[in-house]
């Protein structure tokens, strides 16, 4: 008998899953973005194709999905979060803007809805993002590298970070998705 879960695995699967807002979101080399609904029993609750394949985690911030395939970043919400959305990058940009740097090890254990500073999100890597997620998501942006995005988007002060096997370093608008700089 085939199971949705089995058919996660038909191709391989490079990224981790996220869980979020009583859902896990995992994806696998064809493409394919599977949610499941969180709990003992497998309930699949979505099936989204994308145009290429997807090596790293979906990661969560901001109540919007962020998902590299191999030419691109995308950035996935509600519609009617994309003013919302802008209005927290801006708030974040402004504040990270006017406060001296904090070092890596003096910053908070837990961190905001709208972060997601790490790959698997956290210092302890469990992968759980705190962003609710909108049932009926849609493209909000999408961003074009040179070459295949395999990591994961880490997403910080309204900055979303990415690296490319194109040999940059991306940091890219949260709320209109244009490159702030690369190195």
């Known amino acids: 008998s085939s199971s949705a879960a089995s058919d996660v695995y038909k191709r391989q699967v490079w990224s981790s899953p996220l869980a979020t807002d009583g859902k896990v979101y995992i994806a696998n080399e064809d493409g394919d973005v599977f949610v499941f609904q969180q709990g003992r029993t497998e309930k699949l609750l979505a099936h ?6 997807i090596h790293g985690t979906v990661t969560a911030a901001n109540q919007t999905l962020y998902i590299g395939d191999r030419t691109h970043l995308y950035a996935i919400a509600s519609t009617d979060n994309r003013s919302a959305t802008a209005s927290a990058s ?18 908070p ?3 905001p809805t709208s972060a997601w500073p790490m790959f ?3 210092s302890q890597l469990t992968g759980v993002a705190g962003s609710t997620l909108p049932d009926n998501p849609q ?21 979303v970070y990415v690296g490319s096997n194109d040999g940059f370093l ?3 608008g949260l709320n209109d998705g244009k490159e702030r700089w690369k190195y």
């Not at 961003?143 to 988007?153: G, K, P, Y």
């Open 120 to 122: 698997r999100g956290n």
């Open 170 to 172: 991306y940091a890219i």
């Open 109 to 111: 254990a837990s961190q």
């Open 139 to 159: 493209v909000l942006w999408r961003f074009r590298t040179n070459d295949a995005i395999e990591s994961s988007a880490a997403i910080a002060n309204g900055i």
């Open 90 to 107: 801006q708030q974040a940009e402004e504040m990270a803007a006017s406060r001296p740097s904090v070092p890596a090890s003096s910053a």
């Open 48 to 53: 989204n194709t994308m145009k290429e394949s």
